[in-house]
């Protein structure tokens, strides 16, 4: 065999590798999302309601986004509306260290604790975890060629943030999550 097949196999060899890695991890990122979501149960939020066959449901927020537009500043509805994001460094919460809870500036549903809060450098406030997992949606998002998890206000479907593998124990996880999605209540 000639050098310039070699080179050419070669070549071909290392693109179907790299292939075969994303479709890997696009998989295993798919798989992680299908475990988060799929099993959960109706949210408990802290505003239910009674259905008529006398189960509790969540008390869902549904607005048009002219009403939307009236309740936030456009900075608010730019982020959580039309799923955009804030620049680093640039919150009010990042590098907060105040004790307290971490509400939806859509709706108020209680989402995280300064408990889980921790400095991921990242310029986002980050949490290991949510208050509770059912106050949260895991969404598959594979916007700007990136396969990512979004993170939305299970009660209003507000974007929050996204959420990683490469947080601290005991989840492993790093909620990274746009300051003007929040608003801050001292406990």
């Not at 693109?15 to 696009?26: I, M, P, Y």
């Amino acid at each position: 065999m000639n050098d310039d097949v070699k080179k050419k196999l070669s070549i071909g060899l290392g693109v179907v590798l790299l292939v075969a890695c994303f479709l890997l991890l696009g998989i295993t990122r798919l798989a992680h999302f299908g475990n988060k979501t799929l099993a959960k149960e109706p949210a408990k939020l802290d505003s239910m309601i009674t259905n008529e066959h006398g189960s509790t449901t969540m008390d869902k927020v549904i607005k048009t986004d002219d009403e939307w537009r009236k309740q936030l500043t456009e900075e608010q509805f730019r982020v959580t509306r039309q799923k955009g994001t804030e620049r680093a460094f640039t919150g009010q919460y990042w590098d907060s260290r105040e004790k307290g809870i971490y509400t939806c500036v859509n709706c108020g549903a209680e989402l995280f604790s300064s408990v889980q809060k921790f400095d991921s450098g990242c310029g986002w406030p980050s949490y290991w975890a949510p208050i509770d997992e059912k106050k949260v949606e895991l969404r598959p998002d594979s916007s700007f060629g990136m396969v990512r998890t979004e993170v939305v206000c299970a009660r209003c479907g507000a974007h929050l943030g996204h959420v990683f593998d490469d947080g601290p124990q005991p989840t492993g996880e790093r909620y990274c999550i746009n300051s003007v999605s929040l608003n801050f209540y001292k406990k």
